[in-house]
């Protein structure tokens, strides 16, 4: 999986884009190994539901720009948290709107 060059601008400019990739091109972008980033998964260092993903078994896929500004910010954690709040708060299950409208369905 390539990223496209509007990905790839987004990553640089910072503009809000959700996408997800997998570990041979969060590999790449990071220069972390595949076994470094297991590492990280396994001992809770990236968060699942927020770092990354499991789509089923087999797939694992990565937040390619939360994994970025985690290492941008490796040694400021508190910066990173406004980030991860950043990206909780794009996502639609956070909306109010889209809460109260499955709240009725259910």
Same mark, same amino acid.
Do not use: C
């Given at each position: 999986?390539?990223?496209?060059?509007? @990905?790839?601008?987004? /990553?640089?400019?910072?503009?809000?884009?959700?996408?997800?990739? %997998? #570990?041979?091109? &969060?590999?790449?972008?990071?220069? /972390?190994?595949?076994?470094?980033?297991?590492?990280?998964?396994?001992?809770?260092?990236?968060?699942?539901?927020?770092?990354? &993903?499991?789509?089923?078994? #087999?797939?694992?896929?990565?937040?390619? $720009? /939360?994994?970025?500004?985690?290492?941008?910010? &490796?040694?400021? $954690?508190? /910066?990173? @948290?406004?980030?991860?709040?950043?990206?909780?708060?794009?996502?639609?299950?956070? #909306? #109010?709107?889209?809460? @109260?409208?499955?709240? %009725?369905?259910?």
């Amino acid at each position: 999986m390539n990223l496209s060059n509007q @990905q790839k601008e987004g /990553l640089i400019t910072g503009r809000r884009e959700i996408f997800f990739v %997998k #570990k041979r091109e &969060i590999s790449k972008l990071t220069g /972390l190994s595949g076994e470094t980033l297991k590492k990280y998964r396994l001992s809770g260092i990236l968060s699942e539901d927020v770092h990354w &993903i499991r789509v089923n078994s #087999k797939l694992i896929l990565y937040n390619a $720009p /939360l994994i970025l500004d985690w290492l941008q910010n &490796i040694n400021h $954690p508190h /910066l990173h @948290q406004k980030a991860i709040d950043s990206y909780q708060a794009m996502l639609l299950s956070s #909306k #109010k709107n889209v809460a @109260q409208s499955s709240e %009725k369905i259910i």
